[in-house]
DNA sequence: TCGATATGTAAGTTGACACTTTCGTAAGTG
DNA sequence: CACTTACGAAAGTGTCAACTTACATATCGA
């Protein structure tokens, strides 16, 4: 999870996972529609897959990268709870704050 | 944007986030809850400002943080949007490949 | 088997990054 | 006005990451 986290914040690696989310790509078609070399996409994809991102099969000389949708979902799952609980702690106390706010027997100041 | 994407990469960024989601601190309380020493935390606390991610405001010889939740819906929404965007083209991916697979005239052949 | 194709690996470079220790500075306190 | 508290900034260090060029390896086709 935190190999995925680290994958993801890299701008090629989410191009590649875009790439090779719908069609499976072999490593010199993802390669073509970068910049970089051909060697540096390699790297990146080694990173991707041992994020568990993507899948690798090979077919002859070729190797075959896609995306992994349950990692996605999993990545993904782990943002959501991440910012769920913490919104969920922030209206807690917001609502407790209220409450102090509201009581009479105790003005709230500014610091 | 990119920067806030790099800014959660790193797990003490996650933490600090998380510890003044909910209430305003102070950078050396902040600090207090890391191993690492203040500075280190006081570095991290201007990538995540500079990311846009906290807001500080300064009161006498303190430096109060809090989570700017307008930023972090926008990444949240960044994020939605890029698994949203790609899992609908794998849907519609998968929908053609269907229709292809139905059709009499035309036998697919795993390549 | 020879050559072309497709690709990972190795090694080196550069820059970023997470950290430390040291120092500077601003605001409260006696 | 010292003295303390609460910080950030500066400078140095080790490590990691993204990239390059050069090389090794595997498969396929003539």
Redesign the pocket.
């Known amino acids: 999870m935190e190999a995925a986290i ?1 994958a993801i ?2 701008p ?1 690696r989410r191009e590649i996972l875009r790439l090779v989310w719908t069609a499976e790509l ?4 993802i ?1 073509r529609h970068f ?13 991707l897959k041992e994020a568990g991102l993507v899948s ?1 099969r ?7 990268y896609r995306t992994r949708p349950e990692s996605i979902a999993e990545l993904r799952a782990y943002l959501e709870s991440y910012w769920d609980e913490n919104l969920r702690l922030l209206k807690q106390a917001a609502e407790q704050e209220e409450q102090r706010g509201t009581r009479r027997d105790r003005r709230h100041k500014g610091d």
């Not at 072999?26 to 078609?29: I, L, N, Q, R, V």
């Not at 910049?35 to 990173?47: E, G, N």
């Not at 090979?58 to 075959?64: C, I, S, V």
């Open positions: 680290r914040a890299e090629h072999a490593a010199g078609e390669a910049d970089v070399t051909r060697p540096a996409i390699s790297q990146h994809l080694r990173v690798e090979r077919n002859g000389t070729k190797r075959l």
